[in-house]
């Protein structure tokens, strides 16, 4: 159960930013006992997957907080988050010192594939509503809210690690707020289509 909260919350940073819970694995990994990674994914502390991780991490911070450029990092980052989000997830939940269940180490595709639709569904939501928050602020939204999705990205990873008992309020605070902006989305878009159509002569 607690790899599962671990892996949960993990995969939903991932879907904000996937290289932030990806690095803190990896750090962790490399240099505490906190996370042990399964042999399968012993890769992931490696200099290589950290040096990589680290420039990708910048690239993202960059990016992510220009206008229009942002949008376009998001559809690159659709295979991206969802593909991480997965990684993570299944490579902490077969940690044998996060779970004590066998089945969870022995069928690693289901943390797999629990971590794709969780990254998934908070990349979708992320990327929807950047392009509002975008032109309803002329582009000044934008490294504001970048730098709110890196800040929830990092506090969820952290939770996730030490305190996934956490992760279980913080999913649902996450969830509840990305209902809330798909619902401001819809409500635009049914405002703007309302203006659009001609009054009745």
């Known amino acids: 159960m607690i790899a599962a909260l671990t892996g949960s919350g993990l995969a939903a940073a991932a879907g904000l930013n996937a290289y932030i819970p990806f690095m803190l694995v990896a750090v962790l990994a490399r240099t505490t006992d906190v996370i042990q990674l399964p042999h399968d994914y012993a890769w ?4 290589w997957a950290i040096g990589i991780g680290a420039v990708l991490l910048l690239a993202e911070m960059v990016l992510d907080k220009i206008p229009v450029v942002d949008h376009v990092n998001d559809l690159f980052a659709t295979a ?6 997965g990684l993570i997830f299944s490579a902490t939940s077969s940690a044998q010192n996060l779970d004590n269940s066998a089945w969870m180490r022995h069928n690693p595709w289901l943390g797999a594939i629990l971590g794709v639709l969780l990254a998934g569904l908070t990349h979708a939501t992320k990327a929807s509503a950047r392009p509002v928050v975008n032109v309803s602020t002329a582009g000044f939204g934008a490294p504001v809210a970048s730098t709110i999705e890196d800040v929830v990205s990092l506090g969820l990873s952290l939770i996730a690690v030490f305190a996934p008992l956490l992760v279980i309020i913080m999913l ?6 990305l209902f809330s902006i798909a619902r401001w989305i819809v409500r635009r878009r049914r405002r703007r289509l309302n203006r659009q159509v001609p009054a009745p002569t």
């Open 44 to 47: 992931v502390r490696s200099d």
């Open 80 to 85: 991206i988050r969802p593909t991480v989000g």
């Open 172 to 177: 649902v605070l996450l969830a509840l707020t």
